[in-house]
């Protein structure tokens, strides 16, 4: 399919639309509307829509909660005390990991710091933590404090990756080299599965191999990542990642998020953890008793009894990503994401530059646009035409069309647009 031979004019975009095997997803989601008619929604990098289906997701666990009460965590239609197992296996499947790898809890930030209690464990010979310069503020923040919780300071325990001079995304070879010089004074390499900014995409298998070749903990961020790449988690090896469900997975704002134990430490009960009663072996849980037992894998991470209608909405999109396939989903999004790229390249001027690697393999939906003036200007008059990007400080519009609900003609439609508007 990547092999398409793109045309320009829109009874391209149409006879694609026409021939799309995934097509009728679209149908299942709702789009903000613009003027009568529906928006050019390019946004699912930063919130993914609401699917049709999660009012009666939700519907069904208030008729439940109405109806039995507490009685509902053993006797709802699904029981609220597993609840969250109804998510195991999609979650597992989605991110190519073992059901005992993973489990939905908290928010991503929570989790990331839940992982470094247990997983970032500084000596004063080995104390740094490696990240993407201008990682996600929050895992900046998550990151600093972790190390000022430990007693070393950032100033010395943390290393950026940057990029070479002129360039915008990080090489490969260069991230390897780094950790193959330092790789003995690095505690912790933690990276976005997919750069929130560039859309660059990482070689995971690839920079867990390097740091476990030198004895580094590796950990990544996988809010971008989640339900846009085809993820292979357990192949690949990490010690542990984390993200959020409200982006690519569409599971509405402040979602349940997601987290990844990699099965080598499902017993490991030594580890230092944070704990909390829903993480406490199911079968002595209510027993109340003083003394933790983690569960095995994943599970064993939770703090909370965690929220039945935040996970309801969850279940919805699963499902259908379950239906669809991250595979077919994946070979659609190359296809969309390709097409955007060679629409703008039609256009391309001193104006702007698409800073997202052009190799499918190292990037996933979003295309980062950077624009040399009035770039905010720009997407903010294509918001009121009614077709959403998102602009992120200081010059960049990121777009990131998404397989369950864009269509070819979306990505004609603002392709069209923004060409027009472009200085
Ligand atoms: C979206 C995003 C977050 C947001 O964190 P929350 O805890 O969900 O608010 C954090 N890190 C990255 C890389 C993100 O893309």
């Known amino acids: 399919m990547t092999d398409v031979q793109f045309q320009s004019g829109k009874d391209f975009a149409v006879a694609m639309d026409e021939c799309d095997p995934l097509r009728d997803y679209r149908e299942r989601f709702l789009l903000p509307k613009h003027a009568g008619g529906k928006c050019v929604y390019l946004c699912g990098h930063s919130l993914g829509l609401q699917p049709k289906a999660a009012a009666a997701y939700i519907q069904q666990e208030l008729k439940d909660w109405a109806q039995l009460g507490v009685e509902a965590h053993f006797r709802a239609r699904n029981p609220w005390m597993p609840y969250h197992r109804l998510l195991t296996e999609q979650t597992a499947a989605l991110v190519g990991a073992k059901p005992v790898e993973v489990v939905v809890m908290n928010s991503l930030t929570v989790n990331l710091h839940l992982m470094m209690v247990s997983f970032y464990r500084p000596t004063p010979g080995r104390h740094k933590i490696l990240i993407e310069r201008g990682a996600f503020p929050s895992d900046q923040y998550a990151v600093k404090s972790q190390i000022h919780f430990h007693g070393f300071d950032p100033a010395t325990s943390l290393i950026e990756l940057t990029p070479l001079p002129g360039e915008s995304c990080l090489r490969d070879e260069q991230i390897e080299s780094l950790i193959e010089r330092s790789g003995d004074e690095i505690a912790l390499i933690l990276l976005g599965g997919v750069n929130y900014a560039t859309g660059q995409a990482f070689d995971m298998a690839g920079i867990t191999r390097a740091g476990h070749a030198r ?26 990642a984390v993200w959020c469900s409200y982006k690519y997975l569409n599971g509405g704002p402040g979602c349940v998020a997601g987290c990844f134990v990699h099965e080598r430490h499902a017993r490991s009960w030594d580890l230092p953890r944070f704990a909390g ?10 027993q109340m008793g003083p003394s933790f037992r983690a569960m095995t894998g994943a599970d064993g991470w939770q703090l909370s009894n965690p929220s039945i209608v935040s996970m309801a909405v969850l279940r919805a999109s699963m499902d259908i990503f379950h239906e669809a396939s991250i595979e077919r989903l994946r070979r659609k999004s190359v296809l969309l994401t390709s097409y955007l790229e060679f629409l703008l390249n039609q256009r391309i001027s001193s104006s702007f530059s698409i800073v997202t690697p052009q190799e499918k393999e190292r990037r996933g939906s979003q295309l980062s646009i950077r624009i040399l003036r009035h770039g905010q200007a720009l997407c903010e008059r294509l918001a009121g035409e009614g077709i959403l990007g998102d602009w992120r400080e200081p010059d960049t519009f990121r777009v990131a069309p998404v397989p369950l609900y864009n269509s070819s003609q979306d990505v004609f439609r603002f392709a069209e647009r923004f060409t027009a508007e472009i200085d």
């Open 277 to 286: 009663w829903w993480g406490h072996d199911e079968a002595s849980r209510f």
């Open 215 to 240: 004895g580094c903990v590796v950990g990544f961020d996988l809010a971008h990542a989640a339900g846009n790449l085809h993820l292979r988690l357990h192949e690949w090896d990490p010690d542990f």
